[in-house]
């Protein structure tokens, strides 16, 4: 691939990146509505709690 051609290729991992991102936000709040506390989410997966949902979600 050439130096030329690489950045073409941005776009699609920052979608993929997005997409990941969603996919956490969702498993984290199931978690989290079936009564996982943040630590046991946060020692399973080292995630800091505001990294893995908004503020409202923080309880």
Known sequence: MTD???PELLPRVAAM???AD???H???ER???RGLTW???GAT???KRN???SPSRMT
């Open 45 to 47: 997966q080292t995630l």
């Open 26 to 28: 969702v498993r984290v």
């Open 51 to 53: 990294s893995t949902t």
């Open 39 to 41: 630590a046991l989410i």
């Open 4 to 6: 030329e051609q690489m």
């Open 17 to 19: 990146s997005a997409q």
């Open 31 to 33: 978690l989290r509505d």
């Open 22 to 24: 969603a996919d956490l």
